[in-house]
């Protein structure tokens, strides 16, 4: 009891003389200690000057004000204030709109705002707001054309527009019910391959035609979300393939838009099934006459580049990438003007930059045992490709740029750290938002070839100073096979050698994520500082299968989940238990999605080394996650399903060893919470205890101040009281 009081009591007298302790209180309450930087930044046409949101507080529905800030001097002007926008609507059908997820025109001069389900055009000169819609339904992921005359959006799974010249609205698709999507992702392509982006629709170039995928959910099993905090539950439906099950039914088509108003609409299926599973990416040649599209298999081995010509219905393929394991997809494809195509790829073992000529020949543009994880922009009338890459170290993100002939290559952020970039149009100037695992993210303008001009001003500053903070420090362990691996260790303020300290492990482990990166870590990484406050050091280890190492050191999970993982992230304990001031007896690992699944299975495969464990929102049973990831490397159970059982913690139950605490939100559409149901049913009938903290209707993420404040100082509790003498 007595641990559990001091864990609770987080704001407990300071450590040292002039130094607050950090608590969990104060890491989830307003105003944020690492600061609040400009938000959604849009430069303004001409590239001198940009627009950035304001927000008053991190609350979702926290009031913001809309600026315009010049890049080389720095001054500001406010455009819009959300407490000074209008209300249209009397009593309650009264709606306002909101700032927040403004769409700038692509003239400057006004902005696309939501509010109350409705859609409204607010001039930044005059400051007058129009209301476009007044529908019961919600009109979704709206946009301006590219000509700013209309503005399109989605409302009950329907694609329309409105003349913006007149009012007039016209509706494009009449196919949308609740199994039928134009023009909207379901969860499934929005999670696992649009990178969380649910738009569906893209706008040709010359605002003539609109491309957009249909996804037809109707033979997708099904998924019920349950509130169970009403008199009388309310059920959410959820479409949510399984590994093996039907997946959503994909088609790319295109409708013309010039002349709506006139009830002259042309619809062309562009691409109806054949032998591709999923259309990942899709998008416009810059001449709008051509649409293109990625074709991915179900193994996600084959991925083909199509090109149609809207005019004739021709389609052609551009090229075929062929993966053994599987293929990683990306957002660096550019069609130029000339009719090359940017494009990255893995084929040399790290993913880069790769120039296909008009006649589909590939000539490299980037090389190297590193890297690129972004193109930035492609400047053409300069002739230079600006990216990020990790091309200085794995752990870090900085910004280059080259000519599209490989020639030119050169890095333009200087500090060492994570750098991510926003370039200007005409390339003048860049705004860099830098950190370090030390140093909260701020805002800088930068000259075209990197130099550092000004520091841009925060809305908020950082408010870490007169924290007691501890120090991280980077190190490499050998792997289980030998590769070498990079680890942090975060220790306390007035660390002392001659001590023993308990330790937590924090642990991702899974693709396309690192959890060592001298970059800010947010509120997770404040959450460790309170840890390491009250007498823990916290250890990380990214292990074979995490992102920015290649194509091999990621591959190593193919067809099976947990065992490669946790060969590294013990020789990471055992690396730990060669320090004279960790004690060995006292280890615990904790950690969330991807992490939490890894915690279930560090516990049941690995009796003896970790005496507790916290797992939040874990995935338990593979057969259990959505069919897109984790088909991709496990492949389908009926040809893996030893990989499946051996993958999965539910099956290892009666093994656990170590104090298990599980966490998750019943609202969880992402890792579904029947995950900690059924391992809960495995632990009892084998006798095994455990902890369970459930949050009622949370989503995968938890979010909330209460919520997040109740989840750290659980998860502290628990160490604490196993983990302390």
């Given amino acids: 009891m007595r641990r559990l009081a001091s864990i609770l009591m987080l704001s407990a007298a300071p450590l040292f003389a002039g130094q607050k302790a950090l608590t969990v209180e104060r890491i989830c309450t307003d105003p944020p200690l690492d600061g609040v930087l400009p938000a959604q930044v849009q430069w303004l046409p001409g590239g001198t000057r940009f627009a950035f949101i304001a927000k008053r507080g991190s609350a979702p529905d926290a009031s913001a004000s809309l600026w315009a800030e010049d890049a080389a001097t720095g001054a500001r002007r406010e455009l819009l204030d959300d407490e000074a926008l209008p209300s249209f609507g009397e009593g309650k059908d009264a709606v306002k709109p909101r700032l927040a997820g403004y769409r700038l025109a692509p003239g400057g001069e006004a902005v696309l705002l939501a509010g109350g389900g409705d859609l409204f055009l607010a001039t930044l000169a005059g400051k007058h707001v129009q209301r476009l819609t007044a529908t019961p339904g919600e009109e979704e992921l709206a946009e301006f054309s590219p000509d700013g005359k209309w503005v399109s959006f989605v409302r009950d799974n329907d694609l329309f527009v409105i003349e913006l010249a007149n009012g007039a609205e016209a509706r494009l698709t009449d196919t949308g019910s609740a199994d039928r999507r134009n023009g909207k992702l379901d969860w499934v392509y929005e999670e696992e391959l649009a990178g969380r982006k649910p738009i569906g629709y893209a706008w040709s170039p010359d605002s003539r035609w609109i491309a957009y995928l249909t996804l037809d959910d109707a033979k997708v099993p099904r998924y019920p979300i349950e509130d169970r905090t009403q008199v009388h539950p309310k059920t959410t439906w959820q479409h949510y393939p399984q590994p093996g099950d039907p997946n959503p039914v994909v088609g790319v088509s295109v409708v013309q838009v010039e002349g709506v108003s006139g009830a002259r609409i042309r619809r062309d299926r562009v691409f109806s099934g054949g032998n591709a599973e999923y259309v990942p990416r899709f998008g416009w040649t810059p001449d709008s006459r051509g649409v293109w599209y990625e074709l991915l298999d179900r193994p996600q081995r084959r991925l083909e580049m199509v090109r149609e010509d809207v005019a004739t219905g021709t389609a052609a393929t551009l090229f075929v990438e062929r993966d053994a394991a599987w293929i990683n997809l990306h957002d660096e494809q550019r069609f130029l003007s000339d009719g090359r195509l940017l494009w990255s790829s893995e084929a040399g073992g790290y993913r880069h930059l790769v120039m296909y000529a008009a006649d589909q020949t590939p000539h490299p543009v980037t090389s190297g045992p590193w890297e690129v994880t972004s193109v930035d922009a492609v400047d053409e009338a300069r002739g230079w490709i600006y990216f990020t890459a990790t091309e200085a170290g794995p752990l870090e993100r900085q910004l280059y740029r080259v000519r599209p002939d490989g020639r030119g290559f050169a890095r333009l952020s200087r500090e060492a750290g994570t750098h991510s970039d926003d370039v200007a149009p005409g390339g003048a100037f860049i705004l860099d938002t830098f950190s370090t695992v030390s140093r909260p993210p701020q805002m800088r303008v930068l000259a075209g070839d990197g130099r550092v001009l000004r520091t841009v001003q925060p809305v908020q500053a ?108 013990l020789a990471g304990v055992a690396y730990l238990k060669t320090l004279p001031y960790v004690d060995g007896s006292r280890i615990g690992i904790w950690g969330w999605s991807y992490g939490g699944f890894m915690t279930c299975y560090a516990l049941t495969n690995a009796p003896g080394v970790f005496t507790a464990g916290a797992a939040v929102a874990p995935v338990t049973d593979w057969r259990l996650y959505d069919s897109i990831y984790t088909e991709r490397y496990l492949g389908l159970p009926a040809q893996n399903e030893a990989g499946y059982a051996a993958s999965s913690p539910v099956n290892q139950a009666g093994d656990l060893a170590g104090a298990l605490l599980l966490v998750h939100g019943t609202g969880d559409d992402n890792v579904h919470w029947g995950n900690t149901l059924e391992f809960v049913d495995r632990l009892y009938k084998a006798g095994k205890p455990y902890d369970l903290q459930l949050y009622p209707n949370k989503t995968h993420s938890i979010l909330g101040p209460e919520a997040r404040m109740h989840l750290f100082r659980r998860i502290a509790a628990h160490f604490e009281r196993w983990l302390k003498p």
């Fill in 462 to 569: 950082p408010l870490l100073d007169g924290f007691a903070l501890g120090t991280t420090e980077f190190l490499t362990v050998r792997g289980g096979d030998g590769t070498t691996l990079h680890a942090s260790l975060l220790r306390p303020d007035g660390f002392d050698p001659t001590r023993k300290y308990p330790v937590v492990v924090y642990v991702y482990g899974g693709p396309h994520a690192q959890v060592v990166r001298n970059g800010w870590g947010k509120q997770i990484e404040l959450f460790h500082q309170v840890l390491v406050g009250h007498g823990f050091l916290v250890f990380s280890l990214d292990n074979r299968g995490s992102a920015a190492r290649g194509r091999a050191f990621e591959r190593a999970l193919l067809g099976r989940f947990g065992k490669v993982e946790l060969e590294d992230q």
